[in-house]
């Protein structure tokens, strides 16, 4: 994040800056995403927040999973998540972490606790302690609160070996029944559940709260800023009561910004997977998942994510983003970078009956006119061409002045033609398009200047290739599906993908490489499929049109 005028950077700078609260120390965050699912868009704002702050004050940045909770944690998701932090181009050096490494640490900041009459072992069920949990006016009761230190020290250690069944008590920090804010009524900080944990196996039955071991654990690694999404506000008195109560070695701060939303997708890893479990799309890195997997390989890049998120901005304000935000900053980098090759989605063949039989011939034509850095290539063009469907019309509608009997085209870069006629089946589809080259007009341009008003793509018929092109669409018909009132499920498009087999491309394209990106000219932007292209048949994912349709303000 190369801006470094939000308001979470400025009041880094002033805790660093003379007199702050952290004087002359360097800048430490963290990135602790719960290993419970693959990451999406929204995680990536937070990671760019959470490592751009240490890079732009030249401090570090910790990657550390956040598993305290051993429901539904696995192994694979922290391998996916280190790949797509990765591919985002940030680095966490040598400093990845499990908290549930702390488990230890925080049972001693516990006993702590209680020995200073600031936590006891409440009997009371979780049903009980929500029936007992007061209203404004009302306080929460708890019959246990005033447990002596030495009953409850006894009690938590034959929690911890497992002599009480689940739930049957938990430990509470001992703060304030009356407090306006909930989360201060003696929350609880410790639950016994016998669940096999992905990192500590069955070493422990009792697992602290998030409220508990998060702050613990940032003070543990020394972070100076832990800085975490807006729903963590109304926790933050709890946080800085954790980091007061017990001897940690650091006294970190915690910050809050909004989280993000956009438009016509769902940003919650529960939705996502649900998605997936009922087989509504293909998985975590289905091209039309917002998980950064998933963009990825729709052929998003780590650029115009990082754009996205950086011209969003940061701020206490929650907020959807339209999706053609999004699409809008991929546009502007493929733009720059990829290469331009000729793709024919719905191929129609195109005879030159003037054009020598056995004839080839190349042209030349330029890789991106963006960026002539990129040189030029050959194509190879001879009496059989195809040409997409679309350009060709047996009668031509108003407005249509692209290939019809009579009519002239430029075939880009190669030559005008004139269409002499057409051959069509018994349905009246189209299977052969005739026309006459003029020889003169070699590159495109006529040699008596007459006018050509369309320029129309093509591949040679005999030297292209097969391809799949898949075309992908929003996900949802709605632009909030991840409002609470919404089922999100009801409003999944039926058309969100369109497969097209017996595409043609151009046969330099048998040379690329899966996750290469390219522009098909006329068509859009398209990546090729690193799952499914196998050897002389690419398969292509349509990251974005070419169509702008952002409007900005
Ligand atoms: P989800 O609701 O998708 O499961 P989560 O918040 O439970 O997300 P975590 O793995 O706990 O997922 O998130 C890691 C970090 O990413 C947290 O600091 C969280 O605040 C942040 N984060 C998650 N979603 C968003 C979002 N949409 N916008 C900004 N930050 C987010
Ligand atoms: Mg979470």
């Not at 703060?175 to 096999?196: C, K, Q």
């Not at 006018?451 to 292209?464: C, G, L, P």
């Not at 409002?483 to 993908?497: G, I, K, P």
């Not at 499914?532 to 349509?542: C, K, L, T, W, Y």
């Amino acid at each position: 994040m190369s801006d470094t005028s939000n308001f979470i950077f400025d009041m880094i700078r002033e805790d660093i800056g003379p007199g702050g609260r952290f004087d002359g120390m360097s800048v430490h965050t963290r990135f602790p995403p719960e290993p419970n699912g693959y990451l999406h868009i929204g995680h990536a704002k937070a990671l760019e927040i959470d490592f751009g702050a240490a890079e732009a004050f030249g401090g570090l940045c910790n990657l550390r999973m956040d598993d305290t909770n051993p429901t539904k944690e696995d192994e694979e998701y922290v391998e996916a998540i280190k790949d797509d932090i990765r591919w985002l181009g940030h680095d966490w050096g040598d400093r990845f972490f499990y908290a549930s490494d702390y488990f230890e640490q925080m049972y001693g900041y516990a006993v702590e606790l209680i020995g200073k009459g600031l936590a006891y072992v409440c009997e009371l069920t979780p049903e009980e302690v929500r029936r007992n949990r007061g209203d404004l006016k009302v306080p929460a009761t708890s019959p246990f609160r005033d447990r002596p230190a030495e009953e409850s020290l006894a009690l938590f250690e034959r929690m911890r070996n497992g002599e009480f069944e689940d739930g049957k008590m938990t430990l509470r920090a001992r703060i304030d029944l009356a407090s306006g804010n909930f989360n201060m009524r003696d929350p609880v900080i410790y639950r016994i559940n016998r669940i096999n944990h992905h990192n500590t196996g069955n070493r422990w039955c009792i697992y602290p709260m998030y409220d508990f071991a998060h702050p613990l654990e940032d003070a543990i690694e020394g972070i100076t800023h832990s800085l975490c999404s807006l729903e963590f506000e109304a926790h933050r008195p709890l946080y800085d009561w954790v980091i007061e109560n017990c001897s940690v070695p650091a006294k970190p701060r915690q910050i809050e910004f909004a989280r993000l939303g956009i438009t016509h997708t769902v940003l919650s890893k529960r939705k996502l997977r649900n998605l997936i479990e009922k087989g509504l799309v293909d998985g975590w890195d289905d091209p039309r998942m917002p998980t950064l997997c998933g963009l990825r390989r729709r052929g998003y890049t780590p650029a115009a994510i990082r754009s996205f998120h950086e011209r969003n901005g940061v701020s206490k304000v929650n907020s959807v983003v339209d999706y053609a935000f999004l699409e809008h900053c991929l546009r502007e980098d493929l733009n720059t970078t990829a290469r331009r090759v000729m793709a024919v989605l719905r191929p129609v063949r195109l005879v030159l009956t003037n054009y020598p039989e056995g004839k080839t011939e190349n042209f030349e034509i330029e890789n991106n006119p963006e960026n002539p850095a990129d040189g030029v290539r050959e194509v190879p063009f001879s009496r059989e061409i195809f040409i997409e469907r679309d350009d060709f019309m047996a009668v031509p509608e108003k407005k249509f002045y692209r290939l019809y009997p009579g009519n002239e085209v430029r075939l880009k870069s190669a030559y005008v033609v004139r269409c002499t006629g057409f051959e069509a089946d018994e349905t009246g589809d189209v299977r052969t398009v005739y026309a006459e080259y003029d020889p003169d007009s070699r590159g495109g341009n006529t040699a008596d200047g007459r006018k050509v008003k369309s320029t129309i793509h093509w591949v040679d018929a005999a030297r292209s290739a097969d391809a799949t092109v898949r075309l992908y669409d929003r996900l949802f018909d709605v632009e909030e599906p991840d409002l609470a009132d919404c089922d999100y499920l009801d409003h999944l498009r039926a058309d969100s993908l369109e497969v097209i087999n017996g595409s043609r491309v151009e046969e330099s394209l048998l040379l690329a490489s899966a996750g290469d990106r390219f522009q098909f000219l006329r068509l859009g932007y398209f990546c090729m499929d690193v799952k499914d292209s196998s050897a002389g048949h690419p398969v292509f994912n349509r990251s974005v049109s070419l169509r702008d349709s952002y409007k900005p303000g």
